[in-house]
């Protein structure tokens, strides 16, 4: 079992709100397809969710009040989620999506979540779902798609985790065009420098980078990879060299 996490940079064009990027979910469907390995995926908001959460001034660190942004955020995730699922099963790939809320209570994953996605993966489908606006113990919250491969990692085990964006994987200093890491360990975050983009509301990267070293200490290896490169996908999918950034499992305790 692989979880894939399809970032909004893959999946929409960034620069263009509410604006699906067609030609790379293509190019991820026929990778993900030919990989023939058991996958869950998780989706990001990208120009979608992230736009409105902009628009409505709302972010990841505290409560939600605005019903109108509560509503048009979530709605503008189901579209997105509707057209990647669409586009996903045209290659051939069964899909089953499902908002997080059917897996979260109060905020957190629910033990039966590992017996609903077993369940479906059972019978060869392939569970789809994404980040969100969601009712938590303290009110509506965004539900970023990072927390949530964190969480289903740590549930289910899987072999390995992908983290699939728009770059080849982690450099030290993005903005002078350093080369990209191969390996990434936990001595080395003091040292990295993060970029950040225009209304991402759920942490960016860094955020990633921060969850990925979480699940890395429970012993799972996690990739950082390019989601729009068939071929570097395919490699870490296959937990092979020259997949991206590699953190490899260890065990937090030591």
Do not use: C
Not at 35 to 55: D, E, K, M, Q, T
Not at 103 to 121: P, S, T
Not at 144 to 161: K, M, N, Q, T
Request: glycine share 10%; aromatic share 6%.
């Amino acid at each position: 079992m692989i979880i894939v996490k399809l970032g909004g940079s893959v999946i929409t064009k960034k620069a263009i709100p509410l604006t699906i990027n067609r030609k790379a979910i293509t190019q991820l469907a026929t990778t993900l397809k030919e990989s023939r390995l058991p996958l869950i995926i998780v989706h990001g908001a990208g120009s979608f969710g992230h736009y409105n959460a902009g628009r409505f001034r709302i972010d990841s660190g505290g409560e939600i009040s605005n019903p109108e942004g509560i509503a048009t955020t979530r709605e503008s995730m189901l579209r997105l989620n509707l057209s990647l699922t669409k586009i996903l099963q045209e290659f051939g790939l069964n899909i089953y999506s499902f908002p997080p809320i059917a897996l979260y209570r109060d905020g957190k994953l629910e033990h039966h979540a590992n017996k609903v996605i077993k369940e479906i993966m059972r019978i060869n489908l392939i569970p789809l779902t994404y980040g969100d606006v969601m009712l938590g113990q303290k009110g509506f919250r965004i539900l970023s798609g990072d927390v949530i491969v964190r969480d289903l990692a740590l549930l289910l085990r899987p072999e390995r985790i992908i983290f699939a964006s728009d770059v080849d994987g982690i450099s030290q200093e993005p903005r002078k065009k350093t080369p990209i890491l191969n390996e990434l360990d936990q001595g080395m975050m003091p040292k990295l420098s993060f970029s950040k983009v225009r209304n991402d509301v759920t942490g960016g990267m860094e955020n990633k980078v921060l969850e990925a070293m979480r699940i890395a200490g429970h012993g799972i290896d996690v990739f950082f990879t390019n989601g729009l490169k068939g071929d570097q996908l395919m490699k870490a999918l296959r937990g092979e060299k020259d997949g991206g950034t590699v953190i490899r499992g260890f065990n937090h305790e030591n």
